[in-house]
C-alpha cells in the first residue's frame, strides 16, 4: 500500500509540473488572442525545409492598424497544409505589433492538452488521499 502511495505521489508531481509548464509555453499567445488585435493574414510562402517534411515553415504577412507591414514565421508539425497566397486569422499585441499569433484551429491544442492533464493531477491526489480498508 504504501509503494501505492508513493507511485501516486510521484504521477502527481509530475503531472503538475506538465501543467505548469504547459501553461508557461502557452500563456503569452493566448493573452495575445484574448487580449490582441484581430485582422487578416496572407501566407507568404509554406514550405517543408527538408525532404521529409516532418515540419513546416510558414511565412505569414499582415498589416496592422496604423498601416505597418509585419511578418510572422511558425515551425511546427501542427499547421494546416497552407498555400501561397491564403488567408488566415493574425492576432498582434496593440503595444508590440510584432507580437503575433497565428490563429488556427490549432492554436488551442496545446492549452487544451494542458487542461486534460490538468485533470488526472486532481484525480491522482483524490486516490492519493482516499483511505480504503482492504481488510475490512
Not at 101 to 123: D, E, K, Q, R
Amino acid at each position: 500500500m504504501r509503494k501505492s502511495k508513493t507511485y501516486n505521489a510521484i504521477l502527481l508531481l509530475l503531472f503538475i509540473i506538465m501543467f505548469l509548464a504547459g501553461l508557461f509555453f502557452s500563456s503569452s499567445n493566448l493573452m495575445i488572442v484574448i487580449k490582441g488585435i484581430k485582422t487578416e493574414g496572407t501566407v507568404v510562402d509554406s514550405y517543408c525545409p527538408n525532404n521529409s517534411c516532418k515540419s513546416r515553415i510558414v511565412n505569414i504577412s499582415y498589416v496592422d492598424s496604423s498601416g505597418s507591414s509585419h511578418q510572422i514565421t511558425e515551425i511546427g508539425t501542427l499547421f494546416p497544409l497552407y498555400n501561397k497566397g491564403d488567408k488566415t486569422v493574425v492576432y498582434y499585441d496593440k503595444y508590440k505589433p510584432d507580437n503575433s499569433v497565428n490563429f488556427s484551429g490549432f492554436t488551442f491544442i496545446m492549452p487544451g492538452l494542458f487542461l486534460v492533464l490538468l485533470l488526472l493531477p486532481i484525480f491522482g491526489l483524490i486516490s492519493l488521499f482516499k483511505t480504503r480498508n482492504v481488510n475490512r
